[in-house]
């Protein structure tokens, strides 16, 4: 019945204004978005299995209500942000400066050489990755990285609050 009832509304591709609307697309793998330019945003609501390329530099991306849905980007200005998504992938091939990540179970974001130094903030999220993405003909290894989802808080001897990511032992 969710389903039905996310379907019901109309899927829209449109630029409005400066911002460009991915809205309601179900399954469309081949969503490209041309000649984009750093005054304008890019705004994806509520897509589910679909795959979406940003041509050009944004301003900025927002990723809202997805699932499923990956977004491949050359340079954003600002920021690409995820809120209230699941099982998102989000590859930056060229410079971004911040991932933002927000209510969001299941991330994982590809970094290239450009994007090595982004900063990656992350609010309530669970299950997200980072891989960065060594260049072109290289012969590293891409490194992947979880994000800490647990972390500790304890009263130094100082009298301030010191949190920490949880350690794992490795079997």
Known sequence: AAAAAAAAKPPKFALEGKKWAVENQIGNKNIVIK??????????????????????????????????????????????????????????????????????????????????GAEITTAKCSEVNVMCVPPEGSEEEPLETPVPEQFVTTRGADGKWHTVPMGHSAG
């Open 35 to 116: 000649d984009v330019n750093p005054r304008q945003t890019v705004y994806v609501y509520n897509c589910v299995d679909c795959v979406i390329t940003v041509e050009g530099k944004a301003n900025n991306i927002t990723l809202d209500k997805c699932k499923k849905t990956g977004v491949v980007f050359g340079d954003v200005l600002a920021t690409c942000e995820l809120v209230n998504c699941v099982s998102m992938q989000v590859q930056c091939t060229g410079a971004v400066p911040t991932v933002a990540i927000d209510k969001v179970d299941g991330c994982m974001v590809y970094l290239g050489p450009g994007s090595y």
